[in-house]
Nanobody
């Protein structure tokens, strides 16, 4: 069982920045990829950003140019730098990691991001 611990959510005004972090508690496994989804009440969970073990990144169109995802492979940590936040970015953000060895995807507990206008 892999546990992902998230931190960094909070409340910010539009135009502000937040940084989310997610750390896996198992460093002997290979996480590929890692990334972030977000969800608001009544809507499906949507991909925000993902990064492969090789460093390839992919972003939702709505966050391109504003969010940057990065990872530390040795520590199985992934971070999401969110700049120029908008009220529509308000959501619960979930970290995920796909474990190569077990072909299993794990999820963090979620962290709330609230952006006021």
């Amino acid at each position: 069982q892999v546990h992902l611990v998230e931190s960094g959510g909070g409340f910010v005004q539009a135009g502000g920045s937040l940084r989310l972090s997610c750390a896996g508690d198992e460093t002997t496994l290979s996480f590929n990829p890692m990334g972030w989804y977000r969800q608001t009440p009544g809507k499906l969970r949507e991909l925000v950003a993902t990064v492969s073990a090789g460093g390839n990144t992919r972003y939702a169109d709505s966050v391109k140019g504003r969010f940057t995802i990065s990872r530390d492979g040795a520590e199985n940590t992934v971070r999401l730098q969110m700049n120029n936040l908008k009220p529509e970015d308000t959501a619960t953000y979930y970290c995920y990691a796909h474990v190569v060895q077990s072909v299993t995807t794990y999820w963090g507990q979620g962290t709330q991001v609230t952006v006021s206008s």
